[in-house]
């Protein structure tokens, strides 16, 4: 079955640093890719997505490409700012195969400190 | 603000009761999403209805638990003789009913299983 995995945190930078984080997927369609976050006390928010390969999500100064050739989605940020500080789930739904559900990965906690 | 609603937002209950949470999605969004959330992992999919239709069930949703969704709009997740490992925060998401649309989460309801 479809699963996602993303680096294992929890992640501390300092103010203004490069952030990465990276997530692969295996999936046995064409799936679309999407980076979510949650920041501390809120629901989940669709931050980026990207549906076919090659193709660069971006939002709020964070950028992930799709990479089919290595089923990766990896999420990047020039500087980071303490408001970044929240967790960060990569997942992956399949709508080609017929199927709506999200998969997640387990998330990666970000921690940014002045 | 016209996002997804989950009441409760908390539940503590006793082993054995019965619990019920309840879901308000956006009010044009026609698919419907349940989502299991346990302490240091990604959402697990549990159900989705398109309309008042169940279309997906998770192997995670065991005949303890039951959704309803009449009319095409609130939706209901009973748990019956809820256990220890139900605890966890469940969450709701909407969308809309075209290909690829982003799915919007609700706070979530954290049941607590004593």
């Known amino acids: 079955g479809d699963s996602v995995t993303q680096m294992e945190g929890p992640v501390t930078l300092s103010e203004e640093a490069f952030l990465t984080i990276n997530c692969t997927y295996t999936?046995?369609?064409?799936?679309?890719l999407f980076w979510y976050v949650q920041y501390p006390g809120e629901g989940l928010q669709l931050l980026l997505k990207a549906t076919k390969a090659d193709d660069k999500g971006s939002n709020k100064g964070f950028e992930a490409t799709y990479r089919k050739e290595t089923t990766s989605f990896h999420l990047e940020k020039g500087s980071v700012q303490v408001s970044d500080s929240a967790v960060y789930f990569c997942a992956l739904s399949d709508f080609g195969a017929g199927s709506y559900q999200l998969t997640f990965g387990k998330g990666t906690k970000l921690s940014v400190i002045p | 603000d016209t996002g997804v609603s989950q009441d409760p937002r908390h539940k503590i209950t006793k082993r054995g009761q019965n619990v019920t949470f309840r879901c308000d999605p956006i009010s044009e969004h026609n698919r419907l999403y349940w989502y299991r959330q346990t302490l240091g992992q990604g959402p697990e999919f549990l159900t989705y209805?398109?309309?008042?239709?169940?279309?997906?069930k998770s192997r995670l949703l065991s005949d303890r638990f039951s959704a309803e969704r009449p009319k095409g709009s609130f939706s209901t997740l009973e748990i019956q003789r809820t256990e220890q490992g139900d605890s966890a925060m469940y969450l709701c998401?909407?969308?809309?009913?075209?290909?690829?649309?982003?799915?919007?989460f609700g706070p979530g309801t954290r049941l607590t299983v004593t």
């Open positions: 999936a046995t369609g064409y799936p679309s």
């Open positions: 209805f398109q309309n008042e239709a169940q279309l997906e």
């Open positions: 998401a909407s969308s809309l009913g075209t290909s690829g649309s982003e799915q919007y």
